[in-house]
Antibody, heavy 117, light 107 residues
């Protein structure tokens, strides 16, 4: 059974950093497209980043230069390093496995990130 | 960036009735469109991909159609578990984008 379990969310001050983790089971992170997708009341559902099976990455313009997606195949885990956080980054962050064509097949339960002083 | 516009924002439907949800793209997607269902406190769930292909385990009550810039999700004979928010998402162009959602509520 495919499972994705996020962790690492919390309350952080503007300008701070946070690292989200996504532990995968039922498949290998090296063999799939893993994404971070966030959802906030104000901005709806927003794709954030993807790491491909070959290791290449892409980012939404809103996070480019501030967020970094990576993975550790030995732990079958994907990470999202978030730096220079802003209030508008406040959202529930989902780890999502995508299939070819980049539609989102399997979702984690999400982890809440709140950026506030 | 392709902008996805969903209508209506809210749809009030009686159980057992059908519903039609619309999604319009600002540019042609060919058939690169997916639909998701989200219930309160849960992550979205994939319903349809390729504009009209049901995902594994999805009821035949859900059907998708359309191409280019106009897409439709049809819900037939609504059951209690179908009342939720529905999102469309395009994957024809980067960045991937979602519509604002349609809430299907009990009338």
């Amino acid at each position: 059974e495919v499972q994705l379990v996020e962790s690492g969310g919390g309350l952080i001050q503007p300008g701070g950093s946070l690292r989200l983790s996504c532990a995968a089971s039922g498949f290998g992170v090296n063999d799939n497209y893993l994404n971070w997708v966030r959802q906030s009341p104000g901005k709806g559902v927003e794709w954030v980043s993807i790491i491909y099976g070959g290791g290449s990455t892409q980012y939404a313009d809103s996070v480019k230069g501030r967020f970094t997606i990576s993975r550790d195949s030995s732990k079958n885990t994907v990470f999202l390093q978030m730096n220079s956080l802003r209030a508008e980054d406040t959202a529930v962050y989902y780890c999502v496995r995508a299939l070819t064509g980049i539609y989102f097949q399997n979702w984690g339960h999400g982890t809440l990130v709140t950026v506030s002083s | 960036e392709i902008v996805m516009t969903q209508s209506p924002a809210t749809l009030s439907v009686s159980p057992g009735e059908g519903a039609t949800l619309s999604c319009r793209a600002s540019q042609s997607l060919s058939g690169n469109l997916a639909w998701y269902q989200q219930k309160p406190g849960q992550a979205p769930r994939l319903l349809i991909y390729g504009a009209s292909t049901r995902a594994s385990g999805i009821s035949a009550r859900f059907s998708g159609s359309g191409s280019g810039t106009e897409f439709t999700l049809t819900l037939s004979s609504l059951q209690s578990e179908d009342f939720a928010v529905y999102y469309c998402q395009q994957y024809g162009s980067w960045p991937l984008t979602f519509g604002g959602g349609t809430k299907v509520e009990i009338k």
